[in-house]
């Protein structure tokens, strides 16, 4: 198992895996709590080959990657002289359900066991209770830490989102790019201070910093992307599926880290009231107010952090938890709880939209994804264009040519029913 350490962690720097760009506004949110955190470097060549070397082929291709990326700084650090098993730790989180995910702490734990770093601990919140980060933290603590990394977030996937929106479009190459950059530092700044206020300005400097950019006014096809969470937002991952995407003259929209959480927020009220129901008790009720709050707490936050890119984004925002369920009230039973259910609403909740084609990006063998796939290749046949885009680390000559053919019956979805997103 795991070994869990306690806050504030102040002796060890911690290291996150590096998903998706709020990578590194989390790794701000712990700073904060006075823990020398950072992104791990990823994808490697001496990590990929780790990774190989201690993974049968069965596992999903991000345990491949994160595992390398783990010992790839663990070798940067021996290279330095340093105590290892005194100076470092790993945040990976875990997941319920029938993922794999959920055992990837497992065997981190087992191969550094084997290589002797056994006082290495790896911080593992669990989807089972909406990554509260309980026995890490102190209470105090362990509040005001979700709380900061719930807002980092959301503002790291806005500004996300912004890039999405004005890249295909801008005038000037790579100005995007670096309004990007410079609204993810101001971000880091305003989270390392607390978030709150400080946040919510850098939001609506990022928001109109973006907003400025020159663009063109032609109509390009949308595409909606979802799949495994890793796969989808880690772009070294997908081969840089975003950057492919808009190359081949399309706009896309991404679903977000924090749609995931949201939806673990769900599943933890519904758990709760289902405790309840079977045990009447004031534990239970409890339980079931502190997801009903958290609920609360984060659309609240969501809603003010977003509002700076409300005319920017339109209504580029997250499918609700409940809007991705009634899409597959009669598809998909939410009692299999993970990610097949929310690729497969927001893939049709794309498509109802008005996007002009959904591409399912996931690990080779990953089972959430597979079902979804199969799922989605029967309801999105005569909905708009779809097709899966499957990773393992190998570089495939027709992978580009299933994107191009894929760009092109967006194009000809685009022409034919136009774009109502």
Same mark, same amino acid.
């Given at each position: 198992?795991?070994?869990?350490?306690?806050?504030?962690?102040?002796?060890?720097?911690?290291?996150?895996?590096?998903?998706?760009?709020?990578?590194?506004?989390?790794?701000?949110?712990?700073?904060?709590?006075?823990?020398?955190?950072?992104?791990?470097?990823?994808?490697?060549?001496?990590?990929?080959?780790?990774?190989?070397?201690?993974?049968?082929?069965?596992?999903?291709?991000?345990? !491949?990657?994160?595992?390398?990326?783990?010992?790839?700084?663990?070798?940067?650090?021996?290279?330095?002289?340093?105590?290892?098993?005194?100076?470092?730790?790993?945040?990976?989180?875990?997941?319920?359900?029938?993922?794999?995910?959920?055992?990837?702490?497992?065997?981190?734990?087992?191969?550094?066991?084997?290589?002797?770093?056994?006082?290495?601990?790896?911080?593992?919140?669990?989807?089972?209770?909406?990554?509260?980060?309980?026995?890490?933290?102190?209470?105090?603590?362990?509040?005001?830490?979700?709380?900061?990394?719930?807002?980092?977030?959301?503002?790291?996937?806005?500004?996300?989102?912004?890039?999405?929106?004005?890249?295909?479009?801008?005038? !000037?190459?790579?100005?995007?790019?670096?309004?990007?950059?410079?609204?993810?530092?101001?971000?880091?700044?305003?989270?390392?201070?607390?978030?709150?206020?400080?946040?919510?300005? @850098?939001?609506?400097?990022?928001?109109?910093?973006?907003?400025? /950019?020159?663009?063109?006014?032609?109509?390009?096809?949308?595409?909606?992307?979802?799949?495994?969470?890793?796969?989808?937002?880690?772009?070294?991952?997908?081969?840089?599926?975003?950057?492919?995407?808009?190359?081949?003259?399309?706009?896309?929209?991404?679903?977000?880290?924090?749609?995931?959480?949201?939806?673990?927020?769900?599943?933890?009220?519904?758990?709760?009231?289902?405790?309840?129901?079977?045990?009447?008790?004031?534990?239970?009720?409890?339980?079931?107010?502190?997801?009903?709050?958290?609920?609360?707490?984060?659309?609240?936050?969501?809603?003010?952090?977003?509002?700076?890119?409300?005319?920017?984004?339109?209504?580029?925002?997250?499918?609700?938890?409940?809007?991705?369920?009634?899409?597959?009230?009669?598809?998909?039973?939410?009692?299999?709880?993970?990610?097949?259910?929310?690729? /497969?609403?927001?893939?049709?909740?794309? @498509?109802?939209?008005?996007?002009?084609?959904?591409?399912?990006?996931?690990?080779?063998?990953?089972?959430?994804?597979?079902?979804?796939?199969?799922?989605?290749?029967?309801?999105?046949?005569?909905?708009?264009?779809?097709?899966?885009?499957?990773?393992?680390?190998?570089?495939?000559?027709?992978?580009?040519?299933?994107?191009?053919?894929? @760009?092109?019956?967006?194009?000809?979805?685009?022409?034919?029913?136009?774009?109502?997103?």
């Amino acid at each position: 198992m795991p070994r869990k350490s306690t806050a504030p962690l102040t002796e060890r720097t911690l290291y996150l895996p590096k998903m998706a760009e709020g990578a590194r506004c989390l790794a701000a949110a712990f700073r904060h709590l006075g823990c020398k955190a950072e992104v791990m470097p990823t994808y490697t060549n001496a990590g990929l080959e780790f990774g190989k070397k201690h993974t049968s082929g069965k596992e999903c291709f991000p345990c !491949i990657v994160t595992t390398g990326d783990m010992f790839d700084v663990i070798d940067q650090h021996m290279a330095t002289g340093a105590n290892v098993n005194d100076s470092l730790a790993f945040f990976m989180p875990e997941t319920e359900g029938p993922c794999r995910f959920g055992q990837y702490t497992r065997l981190h734990r087992i191969l550094l066991d084997k290589y002797k770093y056994v006082n290495v601990p790896i911080l593992s919140p669990s989807s089972e209770d909406s990554y509260r980060f309980s026995g890490y933290f102190n209470d105090d603590q362990a509040i005001e830490f979700r709380k900061l990394a719930w807002q980092s977030i959301v503002y790291a996937d806005l500004i996300e989102k912004a890039l999405w929106r004005i890249r295909p479009y801008e005038k !000037i190459k790579g100005k995007t790019d670096r309004v990007f950059e410079e609204t993810m530092q101001a971000g880091i700044a305003a989270i390392e201070a607390g978030g709150g206020l400080q946040l919510i300005k @850098a939001a609506k400097k990022a928001a109109n910093a973006f907003a400025s /950019i020159e663009r063109t006014h032609e109509s390009k096809p949308l595409i909606g992307i979802v799949g495994e969470i890793f796969v989808r937002t880690h772009k070294e991952s997908n081969q840089q599926l975003v950057r492919v995407l808009e190359d081949l003259g399309c706009e896309t929209y991404t679903s977000s880290v924090a749609e995931w959480v949201e939806y673990t927020t769900h599943t933890g009220i519904e758990d709760a009231k289902e405790a309840f129901r079977r045990k009447k008790s004031l534990g239970n009720i409890g339980e079931t107010a502190k997801f009903w709050l958290t609920a609360k707490y984060q659309r609240l936050v969501a809603s003010f952090i977003s509002q700076p890119f409300a005319r920017l984004l339109k209504e580029r925002f997250d499918h609700s938890t409940e809007h991705i369920l009634e899409e597959t009230e009669h598809i998909f039973s939410n009692h299999i709880n993970g990610e097949a259910i929310l690729s /497969i609403g927001g893939a049709l909740a794309f @498509a109802k939209e008005g996007y002009n084609g959904v591409v399912n990006s996931m690990p080779f063998t990953c089972m959430p994804s597979t079902i979804a796939s199969a799922i989605l290749k029967v309801h999105m046949r005569s909905k708009a264009p779809f097709v899966d885009m499957i990773y393992d680390g190998s570089i495939m000559p027709n992978r580009e040519t299933n994107l191009a053919t894929f @760009a092109f019956q967006a194009r000809q979805n685009l022409e034919k029913h136009g774009r109502k997103a």
